[in-house]
């Protein structure tokens, strides 16, 4: 089966940065866009980047500039650089992954928590 795992989560002061990595296992080819959603206590889960397989990206507006996304398609991975980080970035961060036939998959989410 498919699985989606996260790394790099964790506790960082206002203005500092931190990469999150999410790493695809399993029969799964032909992925089409992968990306980065969050979730911040009592709030909607929001979609934060976005990058398809030749590298087009979206980002929401309270990111742009300080988040960078990027993939490597060989091994399936994608990563999040979250640079100048404000307490209104903390949430729980989930990557996904769509594949070819439109299933979407979910990585358990990593908390990142930021803090002024």
């Known amino acids: 089966q498919v699985q989606l795992v996260e790394s790099g989560g964790g506790l960082v002061q206002a203005g500092g940065s931190l990469r999150v990595s999410c790493a695809a296992s399993g029969p799964i080819s032909g992925i089409k866009t992968m990306g980065w959603y969050r979730q911040a206590p009592e709030k909607e889960r929001e979609l934060v980047a976005r990058?398809?397989?030749?590298?087009?990206?979206i980002y929401v507006d309270s990111v742009k500039g300080r988040f960078t996304i990027s993939r490597n398609n060989a091994k399936n991975t994608v990563n999040l650089q979250m640079n100048s980080l404000e307490p209104e970035d903390t949430a729980v961060y989930y990557c996904?992954?769509?594949?070819?036939?439109?299933?979407?998959?979910w990585g358990q989410g990593t908390q990142v928590t930021v803090s002024s």
């Open positions: 996904f992954i769509d594949g070819p036939f439109g299933t979407r998959y």
């Open positions: 990058i398809d397989g030749i590298g087009n990206t």
